[in-house]
T-cell receptor
Framework: DTGVSQDPRHKITKRGQNVTFRCDPI?????LYWYRQTLGQGPEFLTY????????KSRLLSDRFSAERPKGSFSTLEIQRTEQGDSAMYLCASSAFEKLFFGSGTQLSVL | QKEVEQDPGPLSVPEGAIVSLNCTYS??????FMWYRQYSRKGPELLMYTYSSGNKEDGRFTAQVDKSSKYISLFIRDSQPSDSATYLC?????????FGAGTTVTVRA
């Protein structure tokens, strides 16, 4: 399977804990995106990498959120001191040109 | 006002009917227009992509873009129960894809 891979698929955590998600993009895609989606809404942009450089961050990405893409390959999204409002589907997408291809997402539940 | 407006529905049609979905947008910087299909608890799947005004057809799917009116549409002909999903319009400027809220479609057998 050469699609975008995300791990884990589901994460249940207690408020205040830290969580980290991983995304493996389609190989040779130089652009990688993180989005967040809540029930009944479309995905909302969080951040964007071109190769290893993080070029844009949304205002939605508070100081508790950090994303990395070392060596321009896989990416991680960490949420520190989780809050109940962080419960959502976190989606990763990659692209080489204009079309974005999404993974299956990580469903986060903060109790 | 949101950059991309999409009626969330829900929309219920009988099998074989034409499904008509649409979105409006306000950002003139949008250059690329896409439709994604999303099944429950899955990631969005790219369905149609276009970058110019006019029609684009792919099998039972037709995408229309009217840049002068800032309006895009998706038509699904001969709809099937397997087409039941949430359809998301999406528009891209230089790098960022902005989505509508999605329209939930149910095709009744």
């Amino acid at each position: 399977d050469t699609g975008v891979s995300q791990d884990p698929r589901h994460k249940i955590t207690k408020r205040g804990q830290n969580v980290t998600f991983r995304c493996d993009p389609i190989s040779e895609h130089n652009r990688l995106y993180w989005y967040r989606q809540t029930l009944g809404q479309g995905p909302e942009f969080l951040t964007y990498f071109q190769n290893e450089a993080q070029l844009e961050k949304s205002r939605l990405l508070s100081d508790r959120f950090s994303a990395e893409r070392p060596k321009g390959s896989f990416s991680t999204l960490e949420i520190q001191r989780t809050e109940q409002g962080d419960s959502a589907m976190y989606l990763c997408a990659s692209s080489a040109f204009e079309k974005l291809f999404f993974g299956s997402g990580t469903q986060l539940s903060v109790l | 006002q949101k950059e991309v407006e999409q009626d969330p529905g829900p929309l219920s049609v009988p099998e074989g009917a034409i499904v008509s979905l649409n979105c409006t947008y306000s950002n003139s910087a949008f250059q690329y227009f896409m439709w994604y299909r999303q099944y429950s608890r899955k990631g969005p799947e790219l369905l149609m992509y276009t970058y110019s005004s006019g029609n684009k057809e792919d099998g039972r799917f037709t995408a229309q873009v009217d840049k002068s009116s800032k309006y895009i549409s998706l038509f699904i002909r001969d709809s099937q129960p397997s087409d039941s999903a949430t359809y998301l319009c999406a528009m891209k400027d230089d790098y960022k894809l902005s989505f509508g809220a999605g329209t939930t479609v149910t095709v009744r057998a």
